[in-house]
C-alpha cells in the first residue's frame, strides 16, 4: 500500500515569491493534516481536513497562507507571498477516521526561503 | 509555558545500552499519549501509543505514563544503531488534535 505522498521534496524561492505544495493522502483516509515543522522542533498543526471540510484551521496563518482539498482526496497548501520565516518542512499527514491516533505522515516539503 | 516539553538532547549511547526518553506536559486534560520515530528526511512514524497510566510494552520499546505527574517515558532496550533517530513525544485530547514536543535526537554507536 502506498503511503501519503507529498510534493515537491525541496523548494528552494525567493522571498515574496508564491510557492504551492501537494499531498496526496492514503487511500480511504478521510482526515487530512498540514502541518510544520521547524528544524529541531515537533510538528504544528496547521490544518485538519475531514473529506472536504477544513474543521480545525486555526493556526494557520491566512493572510499568505491557504489550503484546499477538493473532492475530499488531493490537497493543496500555498504560500502567498513567502516570507524568510517560512523556511521551514510542511509535512502531510492523513488518519482513516477522525478519532484515530495514528497518523500517516509523508516525507514533507522542505521549504527554502531566500 | 509549552504544553509538551521535551530533552532535545542530542543523545548518544553506545549499541546494546538501555535509552530512557522523557517528556512533560502541562494540561492534565491530556488523555492520549504518543511516541513517534523521525528518521533523517522522513516523516514521524508511530511508535507507542497510550491512553492510561502505567506501561505498555512493545518489543523492545516500553512506554510509561504518569498521570500524576503529567509525565511520559519511552524506554528502548538493547538499543541498535538503526534506532539512531529523532524521537517525538505527543499529547492529544482527543485523539487527533497532537501537540508534539520538540523531539530528542538519538545516536547508537555500534
Redesign the interface.
Known sequence: EAG?VQSPRYKIIEKKQPVAFWCNPISGHN?LYWYLQNL??????LI?YENEEAV?DSQLPKDRFSAERLKGVDSTLKIQPAELGDSAVY?C?S?LL???????????TRLTVL | QKEVEQDPGPLSVPEGAIVSLNCTYSNSAFQYFMWYRQYSRKGPELLMYTYSSGNKEDGRFTAQVDKSSKYISLFIRDSQPSDSATYLCAVSLNNNDMRFGAGTRLTVKP
Not at chain 1, 529541531?40 to 498543526?45: R, T
Open positions: 501519503v482526515t529541531g522542533q515537533g510538528p504544528e498543526l485538519r480545525d509535512l499527514a488518519s477522525r478519532t484515530s491516533n495514528e497518523q500517516f505522515f509523508g516525507p514533507g
